[in-house]
Nanobody, 123 residues
Framework: QAHPEESGGGLVQPGESLRLSCSVS????????MGWFRQPPGKEREFVAA????????FYADSVKGRFTISRDNAKNTMYLQMNSLKPEDTAVYYC????????????????WGRGTQVTVSS
């Protein structure tokens, strides 16, 4: 079973955009619910967004609703997080997870997690 792998983090200024990617190797990507979490410095990990297997269902934390968009391309075994209008409080290590259950992904109990990618929003 493959763990997800994040990429695309970096340093941006407030108001700018960034797109994160999360890939999972293997032939069963389309069977996974996928999600994003983040852990700000000195704080606990928190839910950001989740997407169903075919992309027809998405769910967002209130703090990112309207600014972030989660999507996936099952042909490329990749999920994305488009982050617009970034704020300093979005600074965190961003993790993706996967599971067969939407509730497990959103609740943070999914078994498979990536190692994270750092996003820093600062002027």
């Amino acid at each position: 079973q493959a763990h997800p792998e994040e990429s695309g983090g970096g340093l941006v200024q407030p108001g700018e955009s960034l797109r994160l990617s999360c890939s999972v190797s293997g032939r069963t990507f389309s069977s996974y619910v996928m999600g994003w979490f983040r852990q700000p410095p000195g704080k606990e990990r928190e839910f950001v967004a989740a997407i169903s297997q075919n992309g027809g269902r998405t769910f967002y934390a209130d703090s990112v609703k309207g600014r972030f968009t989660i999507s996936r391309d099952n042909a490329k075994n990749t999920m994305y997080l488009q982050m617009n209008s970034l704020k300093p409080e979005d600074t965190a290590v961003y993790y993706c997870n996967r599971d067969g259950s939407f509730e497990a992904v959103v609740g943070g109990t999914a078994f498979y997690w990536g190692r994270g990618t750092q996003v820093t929003v600062s002027s």
